[in-house]
């Protein structure tokens, strides 16, 4: 039987401690889920409880289903993790990239080594995550805020990189980039190919990457924290990572239910497959997507983030490579991602445990709210 006092009581304080007004968790463990829970308000200024039916801007919560639809379409044959990004993208053939000087200045030099795509699925690729650089609004501008996938990956394409391929970890757009590759590998619109092969397998009817008003209307209200005033303050129901509407943003661009993104964690935790038989993901490709990728130089930079310190980084997901400083609780190989509003989601193929919170709040708070779900989650479960 299992006991999950302990986190409502934790939940029903973050109103008051780290000032997100609302949000939902779902747990599951060996394929079904075993906790849900809801606390605070979907919209604090109009006195709406939270009742986990809202939707939800996944921000770099997307991260995690767009690398799982990327590796269904390298399982299909697409494309090799190892074959150049050009080979898809040919504006990426020639891309600098920048050699800053000491007083931050710089001059460009062609690439020494190719931008391949496992370098996309684990953020070496050399690009950066400046979404208001003048290329991107450029295209914005001129295609009057519709910004086709296509025509933004060639904006990207002419900023030069900040490093050589493979030369450091660095938070970036590779995942929108890599979106934009599927699409040209598979020949299928991004957002297309995703519906087809996670969220029809898994019954996902609540996922989307358009805003409808009917879906705003559903959808949590927005909160960014304010540090001065030490509150959450209305942000407005926006997503400033999607260019336009005809943008597919593999990054950022996830709009679902918790509910509907517990099916995608659900699956993944049992090695690939949903209660209801289908497959979406091959238990060996599960197992390649949480494993560290990183060497040791990329491992010091990606080490600095708090919530990685005992973490790795896979084919787009931290992944827990030893106990250490932090203690969730979690086992070797546990792996997720999270998203600038806080949603979480945490897969565990070995004990068979997935975890997903949402909430709606930019500055989010994560650091604090993030592990100790994870650790009193495994706790409740016996672990």
Same mark, same amino acid.
């Given at each position: /039987?299992?006991?999950?006092?302990?986190?409502?009581?934790?939940?029903? +304080?973050?109103?008051?401690?780290?000032?997100?007004p609302?949000?939902?968790?779902?747990?599951y463990?060996?394929?079904?889920?075993v906790?849900?829970?809801?606390?605070?308000?979907?919209?604090?200024?109009?006195?709406?409880?939270?009742?986990?039916?809202?939707?939800?801007? /996944?921000?770099?919560?997307?991260?995690p289903l767009?690398?799982? !639809?990327?590796?269904?379409?390298?399982?299909?044959?697409?494309?090799?993790l190892?074959?150049?990004v050009?080979?898809y993208?040919?504006?990426f053939?020639?891309?600098q990239?920048?050699?800053?000087n000491?007083?931050c200045?710089?001059?460009?030099?062609?690439?020494?080594?190719?931008?391949?795509?496992?370098?996309?699925?684990?953020?070496?690729?050399?690009?950066?995550?400046? #979404?208001?650089?003048?290329?991107?609004r450029?295209?914005?501008?001129?295609?009057?805020?519709?910004?086709? +996938?296509?025509?933004?990956?060639?904006?990207?394409?002419?900023?030069?990189?900040?490093?050589?391929?493979?030369?450091?970890?660095?938070?970036?757009?590779?995942?929108?980039?890599?979106?934009?590759?599927?699409?040209?590998? !598979?020949?299928?619109?991004?957002?297309?190919?995703?519906?087809?092969?996670?969220?029809?397998?898994?019954?996902?009817?609540?996922?989307?990457?358009?805003?409808?008003?009917?879906?705003?209307?559903? /959808?949590?209200?927005?909160?960014?924290?304010?540090?001065?005033?030490?509150?959450?303050?209305?942000?407005?129901?926006?997503?400033?990572?999607?260019?336009? =509407?005809?943008?597919? =943003?593999?990054?950022?661009?996830?709009? +679902? +239910?918790?509910?509907?993104?517990?099916?995608?964690?659900?699956a993944?935790?049992?090695?690939?497959?949903?209660?209801?038989?289908?497959?979406?993901?091959?238990?060996?490709?599960?197992?390649? /997507?949480? #494993?560290?990728?990183?060497?040791?130089?990329?491992?010091?930079?990606?080490?600095?983030?708090?919530?990685?310190?005992?973490?790795?980084?896979?084919?787009?997901?931290?992944?827990?490579?030893?106990?250490?400083?932090?203690?969730?609780?979690?086992?070797?190989?546990?792996?997720?991602?999270?998203?600038?509003a806080? =949603?979480?989601? =945490?897969?565990?193929?070995?004990?068979?445990?997935?975890?997903?919170?949402?909430?709606?709040?930019?500055?989010?708070?994560?650091?604090?709210?993030?592990?100790?779900?994870?650790?009193?989650?495994?706790?409740?479960?016996?672990?």
């Open positions: /039987m299992y006991t999950f006092s302990d986190l409502e009581k934790y939940l029903d +304080t973050i109103p008051v401690k780290e000032k997100t609302g949000g939902s968790v779902r747990v463990h060996h394929g079904k889920e906790f849900r829970y809801s606390f605070g308000y979907a919209d604090r200024e109009e006195g709406i409880k939270m009742t986990g039916d809202e939707y939800y801007f /996944m921000y770099s919560a997307t991260k767009t690398c799982a !639809t990327a590796l269904h379409a390298w399982e299909e044959g697409a494309f090799l190892s074959e150049p050009w080979w993208l040919p504006e053939k020639d891309t990239v920048k050699v800053y000491p007083d200045s710089f001059y460009l030099v062609p690439q020494k080594r190719e931008m391949v795509i496992q370098d996309l699925f684990t953020m070496s690729a050399g690009l950066n995550y400046d #979404t208001s650089n003048p290329e991107i450029k295209v914005v501008e001129e295609t009057h805020d519709v910004a086709p +996938t296509r025509e933004i990956m060639k904006a990207i394409a002419k900023m030069p990189l900040e490093y050589q391929p493979r030369e450091r970890w660095a938070y970036s757009l590779g995942h929108d980039v890599l979106a934009g590759l599927v699409e040209v590998a !598979t020949g299928v619109r991004f957002s297309e190919y995703m519906k087809k092969v996670i969220f029809e397998p898994l019954g996902m009817t609540k996922s989307t990457f358009r805003v409808t008003d009917e879906i705003k209307a559903q /959808m949590a209200q927005q909160y960014t924290y304010d540090y001065e005033k030490g509150e959450a303050l209305v942000r407005g129901k926006h997503n400033g990572y999607v260019f336009g =509407s005809e943008y597919d =943003s593999g990054g950022a661009g996830l709009i +679902t +239910t918790i509910d509907d993104y517990g099916k995608f964690v659900q993944m935790s049992c090695g690939g497959k949903a209660p209801n038989g289908k497959r979406i993901l091959a238990p060996s490709t599960v197992k390649l /997507m949480g #494993t560290n990728m990183l060497d040791e130089k990329r491992m010091a930079q990606f080490s600095t983030w708090r919530n990685n310190a005992e973490y790795g980084y896979g084919l787009g997901v931290r992944t827990k490579i030893y106990e250490g400083w932090g203690g969730n609780n979690c086992s070797i190989g546990e792996f997720g991602w999270d998203g600038a806080g =949603s979480l989601c =945490s897969i565990d193929p070995e004990r068979e445990i997935g975890i997903v919170y949402t909430q709606h709040m930019l500055n989010p708070h994560h650091e604090q709210i993030h592990p100790r779900i994870k650790m009193m989650v495994n706790h409740a479960l016996g672990y």
